[in-house]
Antibody, heavy 124, light 107 residues
Framework: QVQLQQWGAGLLKPSETLSLTCAVY????????WSWIRQPPGKGLEWIGE???????NYNPSLKSRVTISVDTSKNQFSLKLSSVTAADTAVYYC??????????????????WGQGTTVTVSS | AIRMTQSPSSFSASTGDRVTITCRAS??????LAWYQQKPGKAPKLLIY???TLQSGVPSRFSGSGSGTDFTLTISCLQSEDFATYYC?????????FGQGTKLEIK
């Protein structure tokens, strides 16, 4: 049973850097993409970006200039850094595994395992 | 970015009802669509991928259909545990994008 456990600072001041880490337990780290998603209070889900075990990344252009996602395969962990935070970055941040499945000769995707979420508040 | 629009944004239904939620993509996404269920204070849960394939362990009262730009999630017989917010997400291109969510409430 794969589990994701995430942690990081929950209270930041404007202009600081958000830093979160997600550890993968009980399953393979390679062969998947690993994502970060966030959810502002009372709002919907926003995809931040993803990384695979080789370090190949994809980012949301709306955040790309401030986001870095990295991987530590020796620890089965991946991390999110978001620089120059403002109040607009206040949200619950989730890590998730992107699984793929072969359906009628094509691969399809879904985030099938999620971390517990980390509430990050940006306030002066 | 591909825009995903869900309708309705919220609605009320009763246990035992059949309900349908619609998701429309701003451009064709083939069947690269997933549906998630989220309950308050919890992480989302994957229900359906490839527009119509049920994730392992998800009850068969959930079903998905559609291709191209128009998709639906149907719950055939609402149970009390189904009252939640539902999101669609496209996997056709980057950035991955979600619909704004549909909140299903008890009537």
């Amino acid at each position: 049973q794969v589990q994701l456990q995430q942690w990081g600072a929950g209270l930041l001041k404007p202009s600081e850097t958000l830093s979160l880490t997600c550890a993968v337990y009980g399953g393979s780290f390679s062969g998947y993409y690993w994502s970060w998603i966030r959810q502002p209070p009372g709002k919907g889900l926003e995809w931040i970006g993803e990384i695979n075990h080789s370090g190949s990344t994809n980012y949301n252009p709306s955040l790309k200039s401030r986001v870095t996602i990295s991987v530590d395969t020796s620890k089965n962990q991946f991390s999110l850094k978001l620089s120059s935070v403002t109040a607009a970055d206040t949200a619950v941040y989730y890590c998730a595994r992107v699984a793929s499945a072969l359906v009628t000769d094509r691969y399809y995707y879904g985030m099938d395992v999620w971390g517990q979420g980390t509430t990050v508040t940006v306030s002066s | 970015a591909i825009r995903m629009t869900q309708s309705p944004s919220s609605f009320s239904a009763s246990t035992g009802d059949r309900v349908t939620i619609t998701c429309r993509a701003s451009q064709g996404i083939s069947s690269y669509l997933a549906w998630y269920q989220q309950k308050p204070g919890k992480a989302p849960k994957l229900l359906i991928y490839a527009a119509s394939t049920l994730q392992s362990g998800v009850p068969s009262r959930f079903s998905g259909s559609g291709s191209g730009t128009d998709f639906t999630l149907t719950i055939s017989c609402l149970q009390s545990e189904d009252f939640a917010t539902y999101y669609c997400q496209q996997y056709y291109s980057y950035p991955r994008t979600f619909g704004q969510g549909t909140k299903l409430e008890i009537k």
